[in-house]
């Protein structure tokens, strides 16, 4: 069984504060994807990163996908409480058959208090 | 950008009746659906891929009879959760994606499933 662990699962901290979610696993992945799910919606995606070592950036978040393209951090520079919310990496595998089938890590519950 | 659109957002009913929610995308056309179903604070799981004019493909441990997946279109699928009951209530969540098979996903609103 292909494992992303996600981790902190559960994040709360202040406004202002930085902070790094990290997905990891034994597994290479040709595509990994970060999403953001808010209570009661389905996910959207925030980035798909694809090459070994690649960093993305959108505002105050930063994107990195590692060398080896097994693991992936998200970086929130000053978080705002409208960061809240749920965040979930996901890996593609080039060989699930064709479908694309994503891999889900456990998700990141962050809580940005004022 | 790419809408997939999930329908209904909230379903409440009786233990034993049968419920159909449907995912369309409005703007492509989606070769491949999956099925999710999620619980509280946890993550996606994945119960069933499906491709337009195939059966589905189940993940282990989901139950083909119990959740009926049909893809009978390339803007359309349905999932029906046969005979419900309270252990089913959940967040099903839908999404579609397009050709070639790296191309992302992209997710449905979801349907809130209460089983009374």
């Known amino acids: 069984t292909q494992l992303l662990e996600q981790s902190p699962q559960f994040l709360s901290i202040q406004e202002g504060e930085n902070l790094t979610v990290y997905c990891n696993s034994s597994s290479v992945f040709s595509s990994l994807q970060w999403y953001r799910q808010e209570p009661g919606e389905g996910p959207v995606l925030l980035v798909t990163?694809?090459?070994?070592?690649e960093v993305k950036k959108l505002k105050r978040l930063t994107f990195q996908f590692g060398d080896a393209r097994k693991d992936s951090s998200l970086h929130i520079t000053a978080a705002q409480p409208g960061d809240t919310g749920l965040y979930l990496c996901a890996g593609s595998q080039r060989y699930s058959s064709n479908t694309g089938k994503l891999i889900f890590g456990q998700g990141t519950t962050l809580q940005v208090k004022p | 950008g790419a809408v997939v659109s999930q329908h209904p957002s909230r379903v409440i009913c009786k233990s034993g009746t049968s419920v159909k929610i449907e995912c369309r995308s409005l703007d492509f056309q989606a070769t491949t659906m999956f099925w999710y179903r999620q619980f509280p604070k946890q993550s996606l799981m994945l119960m069933a891929t499906s491709n337009e004019g195939s059966k589905a493909t189940y993940e282990q441990g989901v139950e083909k009879d119990k959740f009926l997946i049909n893809h009978a279109s390339l803007t359309l699928s349905t999932l029906t959760v046969t005979s419900a009951h309270p252990e089913d209530s959940s967040f099903y969540i839908c999404?579609?994606?397009?050709?070639?098979?790296?191309?992302?996903?992209?997710f449905g609103d979801g349907t809130r499933l209460s089983i009374l």
């Open positions: 990163v694809v090459t070994g070592g």
């Open positions: 999404s579609a994606r397009g050709t070639p098979s790296n191309q992302p996903q992209h």
